[in-house]
């Protein structure tokens, strides 16, 4: 169940619930909280492919950038992805999926968004291998539409993961799953975020439900001007297995 909690692509329905604490954000270095809802539905196309939807909805505590500017509190940009993926690993024990990611102007204030539509590849590769689970998530985004008074949008996630699952406590496990961020429309010492750190999760059973918790702490070696310093990570995912 680790192992499946661990698999972006897995064809299972689950729902994480991912708290983002950012520290020391903007000129009034100041926290700001993103809360990512993430369900995620999986679809089978038949004996050989799935199709695998991630819907990401942030809920976001933005701290006042400028004085006497308040915090503003409300939903960001919706993101959603589509991975096509194969029932069964390749002859090496690979696991991937590929498809479209969409970014929904979806903000309740322009503070908590772009302002504009985007759209842009996304591909996930893994390979569990005994007590081992690594990979990486990795999407580009671009601008396709909106309010032209605002950035364009053209940024690329790259997410590496590497979790070790205890054989001796089951549904243990360390994680080491970094958010890597580049804006390539901002100046060159603005583009890049690059955190370093890692964490530990359990899967446990509430009633018949296993839920796999998480918590993670991480230090921005890399980050734009006004970007956070470090971030804490705390997760919880509900998980429906067939």
Known sequence: MAKAAQNP??????????????????????????????????????????????????VISQPRFAPGQ???NGIGDVQFSAFLSPVQPTSGGWIWGAGPI????????DRLGAQRWGLGPSVVFLRPTGAWVYGALINNVFDVGGDDDRDDINQMLIQPFVNYNFPDKPGRYLTFAPIVTVNWEADSGD?????????IGQIIKWGKTPVNLQASAYYN??????????????QLQFMFPK
């Open 191 to 199: 583009k890049w975020t690059v955190p370093l750190g890692g964490g």
């Open 102 to 109: 969409a970014q929904l102007d979806t903000s309740s204030d």
């Open 9 to 58: 692509v897995a064809a299972m329905i689950s729902v994480p619930f991912q708290n983002n604490t950012n520290f020391n954000v903007g000129p009034e270095e100041e926290t700001q909280n993103i809360l990512n809802i993430q369900p995620v539905i999986p679809f089978s196309l038949n004996e050989n492919w799935n199709l695998i939807t991630r819907t990401i909805i942030p």
């Open 70 to 72: 308040d915090r503003e």
């Open 221 to 234: 070696v890399e980050s734009p001007e006004n970007g956070a310093d470090w971030q804490m990570r705390l």
